[in-house]
């Protein structure tokens, strides 16, 4: 069995598997405007709700890019549902365009007005989280070093939700079809959905 220890980083496999273990990853599909009004649609992996009350989610984007700028100077950023359909129009949005370059425009996808922020939401998601940002940093190691990721956190102020993805009044991750990260180069799909109770005894002899 493969140990290695992460201050030397020496695992002696092909790739560096950390991701691939912290795996599934919901993807936050990022879509910000600057105060210029450029408009920035990007993908993150480093991504996921924190906080139900009040609702806070949260990105991590590695260096400063145009999501993280945008959404801090402006205060606002819009966290799109990424689903299989969207996958490779998704994919499109990664590449590393200049900044005034919209990746709307290059990856076929649609500009829709959020309510509450002023930055757009992907008209064909069919979900979307409109966030304020509330705080942003550069997460430390146990030295103290300064990652060069910034985390931007957001609280949820409003929820749009395509009645396609509903049934019986619930959000249906079988119709949804939510795309998640893997490591290396994979993606999944939710496409297998069961439940499970919490047990409420202390032993757990109700699970």
């Known amino acids: 069995m493969p140990f290695y220890t992460t201050d030397t980083n020496e695992h002696g496999l092909p790739h560096d598997p950390f991701k691939a273990i912290v795996a599934p990853r919901p993807i936050g599909w990022i879509s910000t405007r600057a105060k210029d009004g450029a408009v920035n649609l990007a993908p993150y992996s480093f991504f996921n709700a924190i906080s139900d009350r009040p609702k806070?989610?949260?990105?991590?984007?590695?260096?400063?890019?145009?999501?993280?700028?945008?959404?801090?100077?402006?205060?606002?950023?819009?966290?799109?549902?990424?689903?299989?359909?969207?996958?490779?129009?998704?994919?499109?949005?990664?590449?590393?365009?200049?900044?005034?370059?919209?990746?709307?425009?290059?990856?076929?996808?649609?500009?829709?007005?959020?309510?509450?922020?002023?930055?757009?939401?992907?008209?064909?998601?069919?979900?979307?989280?409109?966030?304020?940002?509330?705080?942003?940093?550069?997460?430390?190691?146990?030295?103290?070093?300064?990652?060069?990721?910034?985390?931007?956190?957001?609280?949820?102020?409003?929820?749009?939700i395509d009645e396609r993805i509903l049934k019986d009044g619930m959000v249906d991750m079988a119709l949804a079809a939510p795309l998640a990260r893997l490591g290396y180069l994979d993606y999944a799909v939710a496409d297998e959905v069961f439940q499970m109770r919490r047990p409420k005894l202390p032993d757990a002899s109700d699970a």
């Open 56 to 160: 806070l989610v949260m990105f991590s984007s590695a260096g400063m890019k145009d999501s993280a700028t945008f959404a801090i100077e402006s205060g606002e950023f819009v966290a799109n549902l990424a689903t299989r359909d969207l996958a490779e129009k998704l994919n499109r949005t990664s590449a590393p365009a200049p900044r005034g370059a919209s990746e709307f425009g290059f990856s076929g996808l649609s500009e829709a007005p959020c309510r509450l922020v002023a930055a757009p939401r992907v008209a064909e998601s069919p979900a979307a989280l409109e966030c304020k940002v509330t705080q942003w940093f550069h997460p430390e190691g146990l030295n103290g070093t300064r990652s060069e990721n910034t985390v931007v956190i957001g609280q949820v102020v409003a929820i749009h």
